[in-house]
């Protein structure tokens, strides 16, 4: 009797019990898939902290390559802006002297590039092989005479950024005698060539025919300024990545793979100062009778462009959007597998990913970019394709989530190489990527009963 009515109670006891424990698992799943996303969020922004790392890695190695660069320049020589070649007559009393301009400037060279090594890096500099000549066209002098002027210490002046590029002596040729230039220090030009010249016999001629032969060493960048009442510069070279650069680009200007070709042609109604300059200042100001050479010289830049570091710049500011999509990718796998995947094998998962980006950074240092990205994305496609293929177990699986990131990878490298439309083509591509996540979503019992 004891017994029956022991069964009797608890029997109900245990009906009422049996909902309860299987409630609890209900509960617990919901809440495993809710904290799985929490932790999955929390890694994606972890993460974050190495990118940033990365990115101050990609700044430090731009920055080595440019200290590698100025090295390179102090032993061979810096850029070089030509100046002249100009009269100048000199004050009398420390009165002010004033710059006479040519009347014509013709420039004619050919500039031969190689590329010097410093560690990994490589350093462009050039031998150029210049001609100036033209004509100098004197003004009426009398205005000059007997005044605060000093005729009898006339020079004629060429100014250059870097004598160490000078590679032979430098000889003017005017009216057809020849003075040999000599070094020295002007107040306003700075470091010029220079050679005394006699303005009483060219005052009685219309004008003074002039050369020079320029034989120079520089690196980076050529840079002339238009001081010619008529300014004409014609160059060649074996440079095939020019960049024209400055106040004036040229009017005729071929590039090929075997170099280019370049000719300018300035006249004194393009510029903003005269034909008499009393002073030169780098940048423009209010006084009058002066030159602006920043706002008024133009030229080419031959250097190796550096495109690789602003290149990984931009890839690696793209790694939070591949962590969260390859992350989603492989909670949906996970979720229609039932498969649990560790927050730790999600962890190493991230971190592959953010090592594409020191192998691209280490690749593009010896190798063109295009093969560094080629070298670096295989292998961090296979190597999270395979580790997909033992967690899951479904090589099927592993196989078609490499196939999402390698086609994400190649929508990057595309993104990187638009530049009219990258804008355009990115946000066509993440709205599909957007859209492709939101359909995958659908099919997610976010509240499944099971």
Known sequence: MTTETTNAVT???AEQTKPATQERPKMKRNDRMLLKLILIGLLSVILLIPQQLILHMVSERNATSR??????????????????????????NNFKQVYLLPEELRVKGDVRTENRHRGNFDVTVYTADLTLDGSLQLPNLSEYVDSVYDLSKAEVLLSLSDFRGLSENVVLRLNGKEYPMRSDKDE??????????????LQDSASASYSVRLPLKGSESLMFLPVGNSTSVELTSNCATPSFQGNFLPDERTVADSGFTATWKVLALNRDFGQSVTRWCEYGDEVSHSVSMHDNEFGVMMKVPVLQY??????VKYAYLFIFLTFATVFFVEYRRQTPIHPVQYLLIGTALLVFYTLLLS???HIPFFWSYVI??????SLITGYLAGILKIRKTALMVGALLLALYIFLYVLLQMETYALLFGSLGIFVILAVLMYASQKVKWYREE
């Open 11 to 13: 029997t109900p006891q």
């Open 67 to 92: 200290e590698a660069e100025e090295e390179v320049e102090q032993m061979w020589s810096a850029s070089q802006r030509v100046i002249g070649p100009v009269v100048r007559i000199p004050g009398k």
């Open 188 to 201: 306003e030009l700075g470091s010029v060539l220079c050679c005394r010249i006699p303005v009483a016999e």
């Open 310 to 315: 602003q290149q990984t710049t931009r890839t």
């Open 363 to 365: 690749f593009c240092e």
């Open 376 to 381: 670096a994305m295989l292998m961090t496609v």
